[in-house]
């Protein structure tokens, strides 16, 4: 007699799972309703925030409601508010032929020096952050740590120090003066190194090299491209930092004529007092004008130097 044996082709045979595999779950969700420690968190950050900007914007509108008024009016009614006599033109006008419209001049100096020491500065850092990230030589890193060490020494501890380097040589009370320290940028250099790190491949360079091209055409066509972003940003702040410099031009400078618009204006407000002194809602247009420039620049650069801040943020 022939036994029965139990059925178990269709049978389900039991899965096994790969060894050190995690089983996906679904994440659980907050039970409670309106989740109020968020809801504070944000309301939280967004009053931070709030504060931190009527806390910047205020002297920007004062600065902008004060240059409409006249020398009176500065004095009566509510500073943050226009005065019953609207005389922005007029104060333009002043500041533009006060002492024999010494005023273009000033801006004039400024452009140079910004433009000029932050065009150079640009370049400077782009060949020295891209020899840093590109090319390996003998005291690479020490070199690199020597820049991160100068990005963190005050501007203004230097300016002495180069005062009593230039004297010698005769530099003072010239544009070189001013130019020569501009033309450096420690954090230009810093970020130049990190953006090309990130962003130009070495399969570039080598398929350059192998076309035949040299070492300046591969940085000029290549990664002077590439790197367009940070070298923007690069520009931008040290465009900024030239043009509201104050120390080491009021050192180096005694000559008004190759003054910039800071010393200038600090000199105007330094007359009150002395004779024909300048009213101070001149000064205040003056200033004024002087922050349209950097205004422009920001706006008109802003979608470069906005990605070249978060230069190797990611890596």
Do not use: C
Request: positive net charge.
């Amino acid at each position: 007699m022939t036994a029965v044996q139990p059925n178990v082709a269709h049978q389900p045979t039991p899965s096994r799972e790969p060894t050190g595999a995690r089983r996906w779950t679904a994440p659980r969700r907050s039970t409670t309703p309106g989740n109020p420690a968020a809801a504070a968190s944000r309301w939280l950050t967004l009053g931070v925030l709030g504060i931190a900007s009527v806390y910047f914007l205020a002297p920007v509108w004062w600065l902008v409601v004060s240059s409409t008024k006249t020398s009176s009016g500065l004095f009566s009614g509510n500073g943050f508010w226009f005065g019953d006599r609207f005389a922005l033109f007029a104060n333009v006008q002043d500041v533009f032929t006060r002492q024999g419209g010494i005023y273009p001049r000033w801006l004039l100096n400024t452009a140079l020096y910004a433009g000029g020491g932050a065009a150079v500065s640009t370049l400077v850092s782009a060949l020295a952050g891209y020899a840093l990230a590109k090319y390996a030589f003998r005291a690479r890193e020490f070199t690199f740590n020597v820049v991160l060490a100068a990005v963190l020494v005050p501007q203004p501890l230097l300016a002495v120090p180069l005062y009593l380097l230039f004297s010698p040589v005769h530099l003072v009370n010239t544009y070189w003066g001013v130019l020569i320290p501009s033309m450096v940028s420690p954090f230009g250099v810093y970020l130049s190194r990190i953006y090309a790190a990130a962003s130009v491949p070495d399969e570039l360079i080598e398929a350059g090299r192998v076309d035949g091209a040299g070492e300046v055409r591969i940085f000029t066509t290549i990664g002077l491209r590439l790197m367009s972003p940070a070298l923007v940003t690069v520009f931008l702040f040290q465009f900024v930092g030239i043009w509201s410099n104050y120390l080491l031009p009021a050192l180096m400078l005694a000559n008004d004529q190759l003054q910039p618009v800071t010393v200038g204006l600090v000199g105007w407000q330094a007359q009150r007092g002395i004779g024909d002194a300048v009213p101070f809602n001149v000064v205040i247009t003056a200033a004024t004008v002087s922050v349209i420039p950097l205004v422009v620049m920001f706006l008109s650069l802003q979608r470069f130097w906005r990605s070249g801040l978060t230069a190797g943020s990611v890596k």
